[in-house]
């Protein structure tokens, strides 16, 4: 830089209005009069040693080892979920109240049924499973349903289904009913009273 200091017209330009131009210039003459501070020319006259040497940086690290750290975080997030999910389904599946044996009468000798009572849920209903076995299909085609007795006598329908022709069937039911004011269980064709099996 020169003593007169920068060159007032390359810095501000032709097209300014006279005024503006008027003012700028005085500013710019104040700037050069008043002369560089003085930090400025203790940095100029610094002798080019006295300059920190540059830090160095810690190498990126190899591929292989981002792989391995990717792997270890992939390995981690499927660990977390998998108990996350094992957590969350032992929440939601309802826990086993009691399990009723039923077995088979006269007329559906060798068959037999499990019958397991999940937890009453909020509404008040008693969600449930049928495991039957040995029950041969109905010669009608109709289903068979699964009642809770009082006196021996079906008084509230619980479900129906179907058997498979081995005579096989896993039904989740329901019974939204207060279970002390019966006193069993039985199952029978849909349509008739005779009981197939019973508590």
């Known amino acids: 830089m020169s003593e007169r200091g920068p060159d007032f017209e ?8 006279s005024a ?13 009069a008043a002369g560089p501070p003085p930090e400025a020319a203790a940095i100029a006259s610094a002798p080019s040693t006295a300059r920190p040497e540059p830090t160095r940086l810690r190498p ?5 080892r981002r792989g391995a750290l990717v792997a270890l975080a992939a390995a981690l997030g499927v660990l977390v979920f998998a108990v996350g999910a094992v957590v ?8 086993t109240f009691k399990t009723i044996t039923m077995t088979g009468t006269s007329t559906a000798e060798g068959a037999t049924a499990s019958l397991e009572l999940f937890d009453l849920d909020d509404a008040g209903n008693w969600p449930m499973e049928i495991r039957v076995s040995g029950l041969a299909p109905a010669a ?15 008084a509230a329908l619980c479900g129906s289904f179907l058997v498979a022709p081995d005579g096989t069937a896993v039904v989740p039911m329901n019974a939204p009913y207060r279970l ?7 199952v029978v064709e849909e349509g008739s009273q005779a009981p197939l099996l019973t508590t």
Do not use: C, K, M
């Open 88 to 95: 969350g389904n032992a929440w939601d599946e309802p826990g």
């Open 60 to 64: 990126v690290a190899p591929r292989r």
């Open 140 to 154: 009608s085609g109709r289903p068979f349903e699964l009642w809770l007795t009082r006196g021996g006598e079906p």
């Open 20 to 32: 503006e131009r008027d003012r700028l210039l005085r500013v710019h003459e104040a700037l050069v």
């Open 180 to 186: 002390d004011d019966f006193d069993g269980w039985v």
């Open 10 to 17: 390359a810095i501000v330009g032709s097209d300014l209005e």
